[in-house]
């Protein structure tokens, strides 16, 4: 949309209309991109700014003594917009605010966070600063309303600029879409059509193109080639292939022990657990062996991660390494789960529907932007907000037991994403997945990897993480509403679009219609009246756990359904509600059942294979949710861990996951696998594998730790205050951990990480130390922004003096070698949350779940969050351990005794800037 159009940003005392109050007004009136006027006024609210809201804005009680009320205030801003359209990100909060007083309500009011929602689909953020900072303009100030203003003009015009490349029919079908929603983007899309020609190349546009490549599924020779270590040693030499492929090529022995492992492994079908430190190259120490085995035997060899990044390392940095070494070429892809690839069938069939909210529209058009950036239909790459986008999603994706690749191939021409990555993933030698998907894939009767016998776990201290997590179950009272909704009835929803396609059918006669009529009434009627149900038994839960009277604290309650809760007279209640509500999914499951077996006799319907496969898929996941509720109230599983979670807001859901995975590990890897490495450099806690093979049955694998080829003592410094209070001294310890960061980040200039354990922890931090280093010009970048993990490094790297705070996600996988990284500072020792649902039972299953359980899961993470250091050679640095506990506590030693040889020092928190920047110095 061109002309005049007004920017405009308010500050406020808090988040609700109906109690707080306008302290700021910024507004900037801008033509084609370029800002002709200005308007800025500070408003006095009648009453004192919250501590968190001049901490945020920067907006102290003195700045606005003396400004005029919002009363004197509002006439100016209404004079300055006129009647010229308003922009803001995230509009409807500003709107709130100046609707309850009367202002802008008849002006036309357009939304950037919902056009960058659509128009960026792979945006890691949609907040103003991150879009800003993406798109390269300088904020200034965030969090003051003239420069949020500019800042939203900015990303107004680059949003507009960016709706006019796209096609027309593009353009067309998104308002077609939006059908009656009231939508605060539709204004823009409709001018931008306004001034598209038609076209008729562009009228009809394809999104997917059918895959014209051709390749083989291999096939493994029926005699096994053995591969030979000593030829992969050559290969690792000094004047190896590798050696002459990289200048500056290093020679490692730890890499060549590694590899060679591996190879006997594939040799003899045997296990194998390695532990590789930090600078072994253990990528290519079993990459190398992997390839070769794989080329001469014709067979696949799986390599699974648990990150993304080290996923990005092997296709783009080590596979192309080994090719080049090597000199050979092979196949290499990557797979993921089904839902993680969307199914063109089923967009279809949605797109034909129309979205019945805005939340879905957004989706909805967003990935039709999305796939005319990207053919690739991975949900990797676009961005997805809140659970309303990920349930959208879900209806989109490929996640469906009912479709197979040949069928991919007969209705869609093999255009799918899914059918194409499953395809490349037969004629791969070298195939990627991740840890979520490997074992799950394993326990699903429809699994989506080909055929395999060899496989290496990278990064093998999560997999039983991940694991729990691929396999746990989650359940909401409006997720079900939502899915019986979605059925509809006899004249609205799948069933009723099911009944009109059959009714038109030359084939069917009046008394099935009848039938079928009576089997969908019946199914209607059934789900209007289980929502009652369902709400009587989330009612149930809250009764529940009103008579377990737990005090509710400021974070998400969860509490597990122990044997002790099931005897409780609220548990007994549960059942009987149950029971009920039982009887319905019985009844629906069998109509339903009815109903899809009349599909398949008339395939002469239109929309046949769509209608039969989303009544399919209807069906089982009211199944699964029959079978998930009876096993969480009346028969559950000994291996299974039930809990109630309350969110911070109230919300109530039911979860489940497994409490031992060792015996999934069992049967799909160390018995059905001829060879399984698990790799990673923390897999040993006090100097063994006990752990690790406690967690993942593994008492009789090999095992092989390789060390690092750094030398820590002269790298790095270990320094620990002699003079930190407890953490259990709240105020003090948070004062100590202040203190630390300010005082060693100034005398570093930057380039520190600190890893906490807790993102409440991290937040206040970051609130007491930023102003403080902004007195240095030191950046803090934190989480409690709301960057992405991602955006955050990026913007830690780029900043010449900065310090970057991170919670779980930082502790392992972080890569900032040379400079770019001088310091850790572990903040607290990472202990698990006792109350963690799934930590808490499976802590029960020993005698001493302290040393046994707790302590060796904390040490691995201490390890990893200790790895962020040293990269290279060449790198030196310092770790700082702020928690008294590794002094003061018998169980301390444990935790720097699981470090490499250090240089350690004890000392006064007073001395630690000095300290580290002698090290530095190497004085």
Not at 110 to 117: F, N
Not at 294 to 321: G, H, Y
Not at 707 to 729: H, K, Q
Not at 731 to 750: M, P
């Amino acid at each position: 949309m061109r002309g005049e159009l007004v920017a405009l940003d308010l500050e406020t005392t808090g988040l609700d209309p109906t109690q707080d109050q306008i302290i700021e007004i910024g507004a900037v009136r801008f033509r084609n991109g370029e800002v002709i006027d200005e308007f800025n006024e500070l408003v006095d609210p009648g009453r004192p700014i919250p501590p968190i809201v001049s901490t945020l804005t920067g907006i102290q009680n003195d700045d606005l003594v003396g400004k005029p009320r919002l009363a004197t205030v509002l006439p100016k801003l209404k004079e300055f917009v006129g009647d010229s359209p308003f922009v803001g990100h995230n509009i409807g909060f500003d709107a709130s605010f100046l609707y309850k007083q009367g202002a802008l309500q008849d002006n036309l009011r357009i939304d950037t966070y919902e056009l960058a929602s659509v128009l960026l689909p792979t945006a890691p953020r949609y907040n103003l600063t991150s879009l800003t900072q993406m798109l390269n303009f300088d904020i200034e100030s965030a969090h003051r309303a003239l420069y949020d203003a500019k800042a939203t003009a900015f990303l107004y015009w680059k949003l507009w600029e960016k709706a006019l490349t796209l096609p027309y029919g593009t353009l067309r079908e998104i308002l077609n879409l939006t059908g009656e929603l009231t939508w605060d983007g539709r204004p823009v899309f409709e001018a931008a059509l306004r001034e598209r020609v038609l076209d008729e190349t562009e009228a009809v546009y394809t999104l997917f193109t059918p895959d014209m490549t051709e390749r083989k599924p291999l096939r493994p020779n029926d005699a096994q080639t053995k591969i030979k270590p000593e030829e992969i040693a050559a290969t690792l030499d000094d004047g190896g292939s590798l050696a002459a492929a990289f200048p500056g090529y290093e020679h490692r022995p730890q890499q060549v022990s590694m590899a060679q492992a591996v190879a006997k492994a594939f040799n003899q079908t045997d296990h194998l657990i390695v532990e590789a430190g930090t600078g072994t190259g253990k990528s290519l120490a079993y990459l190398i062996p992997a390839v070769q085995w794989a080329l001469r035997n014709n067979e696949r060899v799986v390599i699974s991660t648990n990150t993304i990044n080290l996923q990005d390392q092997l296709l783009e940095k080590d596979i192309p390494a080994v090719r080049d070494a090597l000199g050979v070429d092979f196949n290499a892809a990557i797979m993921k789960g089904r839902g993680n690839y969307l199914c063109p069938r089923r967009l279809l069939t949605v797109r034909r529907r129309r979205p019945s909210s805005v939340d879905e529209l957004r989706v909805l058009a967003k990935i039709l932007v999305w796939l005319l950036e990207s053919p690739s239909g991975d949900r990797g790459e676009i961005s997805l907000r809140g659970s309303e986008d990920y349930v959208m999603w879900s209806r989109l994706s490929a996640e469906d037991e009912g479709c197979t690749t040949h069928r991919c191939l007969v209705e869609m021409a093999g255009a799918c994403p899914f059918y194409k990555a499953r395809k490349a993933a037969d004629a791969a030698h070298v195939l990627i997945v991740n840890h979520a998907l490997l074992l799950s894939d394993a326990a699903s009767d429809n699994a989506v990897l080909p055929p395999y016998d060899y496989v290496v776990i990278d990064e093998a201290h999560n997999l039983e993480e991940a694991t729990t997590s691929s396999l746990s179950w989650r359940l909401d009272a409006p997720t079900l509403f939502r899915r019986l909704i979605d059925l509809g009835g006899v004249r609205r929803g799948l069933l009723g679009n099911l009944l009109t396609s059959l009714s038109a059918s030359p084939t069917i006669t009046e008394k099935d219609t009848k039938r079928l009529n009576k089997y969908i009434s019946i199914i209607e009627e059934a789900a209007t009246d289980m929502q009652a149900q369902i709400d009587k038994l989330f009612a149930a839960f809250r009764a529940l756990l009103a008579e377990m009277n737990i005090t509710r604290s400021d974070f998400a309650m969860q509490v597990r359904v122990l044997e002790s809760v099931r005897k409780k007279s609220g548990f007994g209640q549960l059942e009987s509600t149950w029971k009920v509500l039982r009887e319905y999914f019985d009844a629906v499951s069998e109509a339903m059942g009815t109903v899809a077996a009349a599909v398949r006799r008339f395939e002469d319907i239109d929309q046949h294979a769509e209608l039969l496969n989303s009544t399919e898929t209807a069906a089982r996941y009211l199944d699964e949710v029959r079978a998930q509720l009876n096993g969480f109230i009346a028969e559950p599983d000994d291996n299974t861990i039930y809990w109630i979670n309350l969110s911070q807001d109230d919300a109530l859901s039911l979860h489940s996951a497994p409490l031992h995975i060792g015996k999934l590990v069992t049967e799909k890897l160390w018995d059905s696998k001829k060879s399984v490495v698990l790799t990673s450099a923390t897999l040993e806690t006090r100097g063994n594998f006990d752990y690790l093979r406690d967690r993942l049955s593994a008492q009789t694998i090999k095992t092989l730790e390789v060390g690092s080829p750094f030398n820590y003592r002269e790298s790095t410094l270990i320094y620990v205050p002699n003079d930190m209070p407890d953490p259990n001294e709240k105020s003090k310890y948070q004062q100590g951990v202040e203190r630390a960061l300010i005082e060693l980040t100034t005398a570093l200039d930057g380039r520190v990480l600190a890893l906490f354990t807790s993102y409440t922890h991290l937040r206040t931090t970051a609130q007491a130390i930023t102003p403080r280093l902004a007195l240095g010009n030191i950046a803090v970048y934190d989480q409690s922004d709301g960057s992405s993990r991602q955006a955050l490094l990026e913007g830690f790297k780029a900043s010449p003096k900065g310090i970057l705070l991170g919670t779980r996600s930082f502790w392992e996988g972080v890569d900032l070698p040379g400079d770019l990284l001088r310091a850790v500072v572990i903040t607290r020792l990472p202990f698990s949350v006792p109350t963690d649902p799934v930590f808490a039972s499976r802590a029960d299953t020993y005698s001493d779940a302290f040393n046994d359980y707790t302590l060796p899961d904390a040490i691995l993470r201490f390890r990893q969050g200790f790895g962020r250091l040293i990269r290279t050679r060449t790198d030196r640095g310092v770790v700082v351990v702020l928690d008294a506990r590794v002094i003061t506590k018998s169980y301390g030693r444990a935790f720097i005794e699981s470090l490499p040889d250090c240089t350690t020092m004890k000392g006064a928190l007073s001395n630690l800037p000095t300290a580290a920047v002698d090290w530095l110095r190497n004085e």
